[in-house]
């Protein structure tokens, strides 16, 4: 079955760096894109970065520049380096990959990262 496991959330200052991690098994993880998506509390659940099978990457506007999202085939991980954090970067962060054969994407369990002032 599809598993998704992030890790390497934690506290940090801001202006400080994080790099969050998604090992992921079940499936051929060459051939899917991935994304990271970010849940604040009270707030819905947002794109921040995702990365095609070929290595195409998008970003929200919010973390271009920050943000580098990248992917390791030989370890079917993929990555969210964070830099220049702010407080505003607070949030539980979720790596997910959708299937055809499912209407709605497979989600991690999260990772939380907080950003203080």
């Known amino acids: 079955q599809v598993q998704l496991v992030e890790s390497g959330g934690g506290s940090v200052q801001a202006g400080g760096s994080l790099n969050v991690s998604c090992a992921t098994s079940?499936?051929?993880?060459?051939?899917?894109?991935m994304a990271w998506y970010r849940q604040a509390p009270g707030k819905p659940r947002e794109l921040v970065a995702d990365i095609s099978s070929g290595g195409t990457t998008m970003y929200a506007d919010s973390v271009k520049g920050r943000f580098t999202i990248s992917r390791d085939n030989a370890k079917n991980t993929v990555y969210l380096q964070m830099n220049s954090l702010k407080p505003e970067d607070s949030a539980i962060y979720y790596c997910?990959?959708?299937?055809?054969?499912?209407?709605?994407?497979?989600w991690g369990q999260g990772t939380q990262v907080t950003v203080s002032s």
């Open positions: 079940g499936f051929i993880f060459s051939m899917r894109a």
């Open positions: 997910s990959v959708a299937m055809p054969w499912r209407n709605s994407p497979y």
